[in-house]
C-alpha cells in the first residue's frame, strides 16, 4: 500500500503561467511534508517543507499548501520558468524525524 | 562544500558478486540514509542511520547491509548481487528534517 502517491506522472505548462503539483498521502502519523526537485542525473534537492500544525508555506515562487483533513498537499510555483523543468517528489515523515517516504514523482515540463 | 560524496557513481557486476557503495558527508550530520530509485519510481528507503551506532531497516532491506563507520561515513554492501538490485543508489543526511543527497550511484547487475 503506497502511503504517499503523486497522481499525474507528468505536467506541462507555459513559461509564466502557474504549475500545481499534487501529492495525497494515507498516513495520518505524518506531521512533515516535503518537496524534492531532481534534476537527470543527479540527486534530489530539498525545495520547500511544510508542518502538520500550518497550512500554508511561501518561499519565493514556490508556495506548499496542506489540507489535513483531505490528506493532501500541492506545490505552486508562480511564475514558472523553463528551468523549473525537472522531476518532482512529494515526502512525508512521522514524528522519527528524517525518516521519509516518498511519492513516485511528476515530471514538470515547463514550454518557452 | 562537498556535501555528501557518494563513489562509486557507475558501476556493472555479475550476478553473485559483492560490492559496497561508500557515502560519506562533511556537514556534521547525524542521520544518513541509503535510498534506491528504480525507474519511474520513487525514493525507497533500504536502511537509515538515526546517528553513529546505530542503524534500522527500511522499507527494502533485504539483499542489503550496512555500516556507519563513524559519523561522516555510512556504506551500503550488496553481499551476492541480483538483476533485481539494478537501480539508481541515493544516500542522503539530514540534521532532522531535509535530505543532502549525493549524487547517486547507477548500478547494473547482469
Known amino acids: 500500500d503506497q502511503q504517499v502517491k503523486q497522481n499525474s506522472p507528468s505536467l506541462s505548462v507555459q513559461e509564466g503561467r502557474i504549475s500545481i503539483l499534487n501529492c495525497d498521502y494515507t498516513?495520518?502519523?505524518?506531521?512533515?511534508f516535503l518537496w524534492y526537485k531532481k534534476y537527470p542525473a543527479e540527486g534530489p534537492t530539498f525545495l520547500i517543507s511544510i508542518s502538520s500544525i500550518k497550512d500554508k508555506n511561501e518561499d519565493g515562487r514556490f508556495t506548499v499548501f496542506l489540507n489535513k483533513s483531505a490528506k493532501h498537499l500541492s506545490l505552486h510555483i508562480v511564475p514558472s520558468q523553463p528551468g523549473d523543468s525537472a522531476v518532482y517528489f512529494c515526502a512525508a515523515s512521522g514524528t522519527n524525524a528524517g525518516k521519509s517516504t516518498f511519492g513516485d514523482g511528476t515530471t514538470l515540463t515547463v514550454k518557452p | 562544500n562537498a556535501g555528501v560524496t557518494q563513489t562509486p557513481k557507475f558501476q556493472v557486476l555479475k550476478t553473485g558478486q559483492s560490492m559496497t557503495l561508500q557515502c560519506a558527508q562533511d556537514?556534521?550530520?547525524?542521520?544518513m540514509y541509503w535510498y534506491r530509485q528504480d525507474p519511474g519510481m520513487g525514493l525507497r528507503l533500504i536502511y537509515y542511520s538515526a546517528s553513529e551506532g546505530t542503524t534500522d531497516k527500511g522499507e527494502v532491506p533485504n539483499g542489503y547491509n550496512v555500516s556507519r563507520l563513524n559519523k561522516r561515513e555510512f556504506s551500503l554492501r550488496l553481499e551476492s548481487a541480483a538483476p533485481s538490485q539494478t537501480s539508481v543508489y541515493f544516500c542522503?543526511?539530514?540534521?532532522?528534517?531535509?535530505?543532502?543527497f549525493g549524487s547517486g550511484t547507477r548500478l547494473t547487475v547482469v
Open positions: 556537514m556534521n550530520h547525524n542521520s
Open positions: 498516513n495520518s502519523m505524518f506531521d512533515y
Open positions: 542522503a543526511s539530514s540534521v532532522v528534517w531535509g535530505y543532502t
